[in-house]
């Protein structure tokens, strides 16, 4: 029950968490197949990202409107994360740095969004409980 006293909030802030942690591990990996680019057989690795979804305990996106973006996943829009790659090296490797890099550009982008976001909160539930400003 004192995930319920927290309600959405707590679930939001649990989600954040998480998902800046996702962020952490990621960029390890992608630093890691960044710094064996020239490793013959070297393959890419990348790291699943947590299932923060609609459900009991988490949080999802309403669809209100035919026009919006549907982000259930389902297939029939271009997924990047699971196309094919192409370009290996006669040594057998297989990272593509120019991909790599924009990787570790978003990934940076989207944990330092969460991190914004997380602080945010954490100054709302401040006020909220007549700690903050």
Do not use: C
């Not at 539930?125 to 700690?131: L, W």
């Amino acid at each position: 029950m004192a995930n319920t006293a927290l309600g959405t909030g707590g679930n939001l802030m649990q989600a954040l968490k998480t998902r800046m942690h996702w962020h952490q591990t990621r960029q390890k990996v992608l630093a890691e197949n960044v710094a064996n680019a020239d490793s013959p057989g070297f393959r890419p690795m990348e790291v699943k990202a947590p299932a923060i979804g609609a459900g009991p305990s988490g949080i999802g996106l309403a669809r209100t409107s035919a026009g919006h973006l549907d982000l259930s996943g389902r297939p029939g829009g271009f997924d990047n994360s699971r196309a094919q790659r192409f370009e290996t090296t006669p040594s057998g490797n297989a990272v593509n740095l120019e991909d790599e890099m924009m990787k570790v550009a978003q990934n940076q982008s989207d944990y330092q969004l969460a991190a914004s976001l997380y602080s945010k909160g954490l100054g709302l539930m401040k006020i909220a409980i007549g700690k903050g400003r």
